[in-house]
């Protein structure tokens, strides 16, 4: 089986961004892969650009990542030279003009997620090509094919901020049990106007879906607990 | 090469970036390998407008939809726009080519609003200008992925015309881009005639984009429909259309089959 460990580092990928009634959740997995083989396996994939704003980034890891700290760096100036806070609108059009203007070059989707006094928390979509999207939830990368009927089921309006990540970490989960690109574990950003909060959920702590079973340290101890002569016929 | 602004600056007004351009000095062998924008592929695309005049403008249908490959990925996407006073621009193709042409045309009317002469740009100097942009596009090999339809009411007269992404323009009573180019123009060759009311014409817009849905895949149920007059430009709130099912033939037209068909 050729693992094409010269393939580009690409982020397979789950992530979503959710608004609720006071802010935006941004969920992702946590798998980045070359081409076979799972390079790192608790990757951050919900990067800061402000104290206020956030992006998932999703597709090649190089590029997401380079365009990132470019939109990074231009809106500590603008920052400085606005005197107060970058919106997540003025975030997402950066990003846009990276996109669209290196549409040729890039392959990343990236979801802008963040929370300002003027608009309150605030989604964007920037597919692939340079579209910017704004929605009250956002799905991208490899695994969210698996989602699009989950979110048109499960999603509401002015959801509780325990509500929309409990949705996103629901979400997120049901894409990794379907998409080998993405696995590890979920983590959540949230979002408000009282600030941010990381949360880490590994693979342990996620619901089971179907066909998954508990999992155990070892078969001795299942074979332990279920009696003196379990192999008997 | 990476496009990067040069220089950066934001006044409380708008946010202005100077981008690097690659200075030509004529020396078309050196600058082509430098020269990677090339002719692209679409990601995310809009599907059919269709417009036709009426007794008092035009009148511009779109559904919603803006489609990634065969995902119908975006459902709320505003494919018709008001460009000044008197014009409304529909695109079918990359939306974010068509999000860069209204960038474009937001520039065009500012300026216009400048000269502060009481003139304002019609619908014909609008698709003039987006025929200049699209054929010089085309000629570089790097169009913009669009089918755009322009119309527009001015000093009474209406217009619409239509611009593809290889800079074919032309003026005509009714047009349709993308599939409605199949479907609904044969519709409105036959039922199209001068000055139909707007219910009328709302009613043939429907009957076309009623078609599109049951025949066209990247269609979806939720639509607008914009009105263009001497007065302005109205665009509807989003709405879906009944579709019919009941032909007894759709029933169970397997019955009397030998296998599945």
Redesign the interface.
């Known amino acids: 089986m050729d693992l094409n460990l010269d393939a580009p580092h690409s982020m397979g990928t789950t992530i979503i961004g959710v608004t609720y009634n006071g802010g935006v959740v941004l969920g992702a997995d946590s798998r980045t892969s070359t081409g076979m083989y799972v390079a790192n396996r608790a990757s951050d994939k919900i990067t800061q650009l402000t104290d206020n704003v956030y992006v998932c980034r999703s597709g090649s890891a190089a590029d997401s990542q380079v365009v990132s700290d470019?939109v990074r760096y231009?809106l500590h100036?603008?920052t400085i030279?606005?005197g107060q806070p970058a919106t997540v609108k003025?975030s997402a059009?950066l990003i846009?003009?990276?996109a669209?203007?290196?549409?040729?070059?890039l392959q990343t989707g990236l979801i802008v997620g963040g929370w300002d006094k003027y608009e309150g928390g605030k989604i964007y979509?920037i597919?692939?090509?340079?579209?910017?999207?704004e929605?009250p939830f956002a799905i991208g990368g490899s695994g969210s094919?698996y989602l699009?009927g989950f979110f048109d089921q499960a999603w509401k309006e002015n959801m509780t901020k325990e509500e929309a990540e409990q949705l996103v970490v629901k979400a997120v989960s049901l894409a990794i049990a379907r998409d080998g690109a993405s696995g590890g574990v979920v983590r959540t950003v949230i979002i408000n106007s009282e600030g941010v909060t990381r949360n880490f959920y590994p693979g342990d702590k996620l619901q089971l879906w179907h066909e998954e079973l508990e999992p155990q340290n070892s078969l001795l101890d299942i074979l332990n607990a279920a009696g003196p002569e379990p192999m008997a016929i | 090469m990476?496009?990067?602004?040069v220089s950066?600056?934001?006044n409380a007004d708008y946010?202005f970036?100077q981008?690097t351009i690659p200075i030509d000095n004529g020396d078309s062998v050196k600058n082509a390998e430098a020269d990677?924008?090339?002719t692209?592929y679409?990601?995310?695309t809009g599907t059919s407008i269709v417009a036709i005049k009426y007794k008092d403008g035009v009148l511009m249908a779109s559904d919603m939809g803006?489609s990634?490959g065969s995902?119908l990925?975006?459902k709320?996407?505003e494919r018709m726009k008001a460009i000044g006073k008197h014009s409304l621009l529909g695109a079918s193709g990359?939306?974010?080519d068509f999000?860069?042409i209204l960038r474009y045309l937001d520039e065009l009317v500012l300026n216009d609003n400048m000269w502060d002469d009481g003139n304002s740009l019609g619908p014909k100097e609008v698709h003039n200008y987006l025929t200049r942009v699209m054929y010089n596009r085309r000629n570089k090999f790097n169009p913009l992925w669009n089918t755009l339809v322009l119309g527009g009411v001015k000093n009474g007269e209406s217009y619409l015309g239509m611009v593809s992404m290889i800079g074919v323009s032309f003026e005509d009573n009714h047009v349709a881009t993308g599939f409605g180019n199949h479907l609904a123009r044969p519709i409105l060759r036959d039922e199209w005639h001068a000055d139909l009311s707007f219910e009328d014409g709302v009613k043939l817009l429907e009957k076309c984009m009623r078609v599109l849905l049951y025949r066209d895949r990247s269609a979806i149920n939720k639509l607008q429909i914009a009105k263009i007059t001497e007065e302005g430009v109205t665009v509807s709130q989003p709405y879906s259309l009944k579709t019919f099912w009941e032909f007894k033939a759709f029933n169970n037209p397997t019955a009397g089959a030998e296998g599945s068909w």
């Open positions: 470019y231009f100036q603008h030279q606005l003025v059009n846009r003009m990276l669209y203007n290196n549409k040729n070059m979509g597919p692939l090509g340079g579209t910017v999207v929605q094919s699009y | 990476f496009l990067l602004p950066f600056s934001i946010f970036l981008f990677s924008q090339r692209l679409p990601y995310v803006g990634y995902t990925r975006y709320n996407i990359e939306i974010s999000q860069e």
